[in-house]
Nanobody, 115 residues
Framework: QVQLVESGGGLVQAGESLKLSCRGS??????VGWYRQAPGKQRELVAT???????NVADSVKDRFILSRENNKNTVHLHMNRVKPEDTARYYC???????????WGLGTQVTVSS
């Protein structure tokens, strides 16, 4: 069974830091990054690695968030620094099929930033 398991969400104050982690399990998924969805808004890209190893990072976070990975553990981390209230959202781990073009999603973890 393919799974993406997220951890690390919670309530933080503006200006603080938070780390999200996502581990891919199963033989057919590679954990590659994060999207987020705020209430009443569409899901949007935060940061992901591409199949070629490059990274895509949203302009709104590129000077504050860092995406890292541990390939041997099929795990990606989102290091969220200097968070803002507008970063409040449910953060979803995103994965790619290891052998095909399927996309996979985790169940999400809530991040709430208080001002």
């Amino acid at each position: 069974q393919v799974q993406l398991v997220e951890s690390g969400g919670g309530l933080v104050q503006a200006g603080e830091s938070l780390k999200l982690s996502c581990r891919g399990s199963g033989r057919n998924v590679v954990a590659v990054g994060w999207y987020r969805q705020a209430p009443g808004k569409q899901r949007e890209l935060v940061a992901t690695f591409t199949r070629s190893g490059n990274s895509n990072v949203a302009d709104s976070v590129k000077d504050r968030f860092i995406l890292s990975r541990e390939n041997n553990k099929n795990t990606v981390h989102l290091h969220m620094n200097r968070v803002k209230p507008e970063d409040t959202a449910r953060y979803y781990c995103f994965g790619l099929g290891a052998r095909d073009d399927r996309n996979f999603w985790g169940l999400g973890t809530q991040v709430t930033v208080s001002s």
